[in-house]
């Protein structure tokens, strides 16, 4: 079982990930929450899934989302009832995958765990494990060895109960094609609009239905809410500051680690690449074989026109247009081995091959060489210093973390205490909305509630601590508030007038679009002049065509042309859209045909393992707390 779970990519990409996670992955609160809380969300038999578990992955998804877009991440998502049940739903699927393993006496052994754990080359030196690398990277974000083990002991043994399912992807040939030739077929369109703009002499707005829009409608002429605050946040950064590091620790570091601030030897080479398709016959891989002997051979006579020659030759894209050039790379494994082996065992200026690789044949031109050297320790302290201090800051912020939840807690008149004792700065804003307010606290929909919260708005008192994410926590104060308030009705009735108006039109040109639209369907002329025909595809949207038109242009039926399509515009009034062609595709390429193949039969793999996960939550007792799961 080892062995076959050791052979599958998938599962190191899955490890590897778990040694880049920051700090963060865990969430801030994580260290000093309440451990009281064990109400059951969920049962998978006999095994229960408690709110705090259930809070833990939601944490560990908010993290992730958080680190992968950054600002524009909306942590509110995970408000959404639909969101939190896929979260318990991929924690059920997790319980019954263990179960399903235990059944079967899938394991682990020790042996076996650190069998892997030395392969995996982000722990490696020289080729080898090193255990003070494993340790350091490992520290370096927040995790002990246990930690690591127990999360890498547990996908190692799902693995076998996965992977042939994620594996078994075979894809009809015909069937790709045919999604290829409805993705890439083309249709061709021309437009006609009827603006509202046309029909705004017609209408008559009285004062009447002005003033009624404004009562009926007042909230939506309120000046905002808004509040001056002050607030104070704790991160590693803020007490980074703080942090003094002691040059003798600098230097240990570095007599300790001497091998990790060896800088490799580099080198650069260009190749031409003689391409064989895996599925090649004998005789094709025979007649590339014969081409790139050739082809080496007029490069040896011709050194200098490595390049010229790469150009004319190669069928590697990527490089041929640069005469082959690969730039400088190291011995690192990030080339195939045997293209790896001939660069670096060439002497500067030789030309070797032809190189077997999966990819083909090789001739290849070793350029120029970068020997490999020591950095000095002057040239490491910095990142040492850094790196330090980054350490000392995190655990730093772990010790005083609740510190400053206690302070602004107990000390909820002011954020001075909690200021003064961490040093931290508080900071004032002018009057801000509820959007700034938002963007303030990092999007973190808790962090405007906590500040709008009516108790906060009334005693001016500190709230609570906030995670907003990224290892920061924030508590505010509110000095001052403005309820909303509506705006006087002459301030707004001209902009109610324009609005009806504006309104009205449009509704006058949609029904007017829509019986010109029937005269089109009939075959007569309806007084409209369509713009330039344009050529459209599913996947590039034109200037004029709405994605509503696109999807409604491509689901018409083609066995008649021209067809018809009516919408309302964008900005009011009614569109007609006129399909006058259909113009299928031209075959396509063998390279976009296989990758696409690949993404299905992924698809195709992941569907089964969605069955697979069905069928056993079918036959297994599975009990959902939906009130527990609906709390936040």
């Known amino acids: 079982m080892f062995d076959f779970v050791y052979r599958k990519k998938r599962v190191v990409q899955v490890i590897l990930a778990l040694i880049t996670l920051p700090f963060a992955f865990f969430g801030v609160d994580y260290y000093f929450r309440s451990a009281g809380s064990v109400s059951e969300i969920a049962k998978v038999g006999g095994d229960r899934i408690t709110q705090a578990e259930y809070a833990e992955t939601i944490r560990e998804q908010q993290d992730r989302m958080r680190q992968s877009m950054g600002a524009n991440f909306d942590p509110t998502v995970f408000d ?45 030196e020289d ?27 547990q ?60 009562d009926s409608n007042q909230s939506a002429f309120q000046t905002p809410e808004e509040v001056k605050i002050e607030y104070v ?31 490799a030897e580099e080198r650069q080479a260009s190749h031409i ?27 040896r006579k011709a050194p200098s026109q490595f390049a010229e020659i790469a150009k004319k030759n190669s069928d590697d894209p990527g490089s041929a247009g640069q005469g082959g050039d690969l730039g400088f790379f190291a011995r690192d494994g ?16 030789d030309i070797v091959g032809p190189v077997q690789t999966d990819f083909g044949w090789h001739v290849i031109k070793t350029t120029s060489i970068k020997p490999g050297r020591t950095l000095s320790f002057d040239e490491a302290r910095p990142g040492i210093e850094q790196d330090l201090k980054r350490q000392k800051a995190s655990r730093k912020f772990v010790e005083t973390a609740e510190q400053f939840q206690n302070l602004v807690y107990e000390q909820s008149e002011s954020l001075q205490p909690a200021a003064k004792a961490l040093n931290l700065q508080v900071q004032t804003t002018p009057f801000i909305t509820r959007a700034q307010v938002q963007a303030l606290g990092r999007n973190n929909a808790k962090f405007v509630q906590a500040v709008f919260n009516p108790e906060a708005l009334q005693s001016k008192r500190n709230t609570e601590a906030i995670d907003v994410g990224q290892n920061t926590l924030m508590a505010a104060r509110v000095i001052e508030h403005k309820a909303a308030s509506p705006r006087p009705f002459d301030e707004v009735k001209m902009e109610i007038r324009r609005q009806l108006e504006r309104n009205t039109a449009s ?78 595709p031209a075959p396509p390429e063998a390279d976009r045909l296989a990758a696409l193949t690949g993404r299905v039969g992924e698809q195709v793999g992941h569907e089964l393992v969605t069955s697979y996960l069905a069928s056993l939550k079918s036959k297994a007792d599975v009990k959902i707390n939906q009130a527990n799961l609906e709390k936040k």
């Open 80 to 124: 959404s009832p639909e969101v939190r049940y896929s979260v318990l739903e991929q924690i059920i699927s997790q319980r019954l995958l263990e179960s399903q393993a235990r059944r079967d006496s899938f394991r682990v052994s020790d042996a076996q765990l650190a069998q892997f754990i030395g392969a995996l080359p982000a722990f490696q």
């Open 127 to 153: 080729g080898k494990f090193s255990r003070a690398r494993y340790e350091q990277l490992l520290a370096s974000q927040s995790m002990t060895p246990l930690m690591f083990e127990q999360r890498l002991r």
């Open 155 to 214: 996908e190692l043994t799902l693995a076998p109960l996965q992977e042939p399912l994620a594996s078994a992807n075979i894809v009809a040939r015909s069937n790709v094609e045919r999604y290829l030739s409805l993705l890439d077929q083309q249709r061709i369109a021309s437009s006609a609009s009827i603006a509202p703009e046309a029909y705004l002499k017609d209408v008559k707005i009285d004062d009447a239905a002005v003033r009624a829009f404004y």
């Open 233 to 263: 946040s704790l991160n590693p950064e803020a007490v980074s500051g703080q942090i003094a590091v002691d040059p003798a620790e600098v230097r240990k570091v570095y007599d300790d680690n001497l091998k990790q601030y060896g800088k």
């Open 273 to 299: 690449l003689i391409a064989v398709k895996p599925d090649a016959s004998e005789e094709q891989k025979t007649a590339a074989k014969k081409k790139a002997e050739d082809i080496a051979a007029q490069a």
């Open 334 to 349: 990030s080339m195939v081995k045997p293209f790896e082996d001939a660069v670096f065992t060439a002497k500067q200026g």
């Open 507 to 584: 509704e006058l040109a949609q029904k007017a679009g829509k019986e010109k639209l029937a005269m089109l369907e009939q075959g007569k002329d309806a007084g409209l002049s369509f713009g330039k025909s344009v050529t459209l595809t599913r996947s590039q949207p034109q200037p004029g065509f709405p994605p509503d038109a696109l999807t409604r242009i491509f689901q018409a039926s083609s066995a008649k042309l021209p067809v018809y399509i009516g919408l309302p515009g964008e900005r009011g009034g009614f569109s007609i859209y006129r399909l006058e062609k259909v113009a299928p």
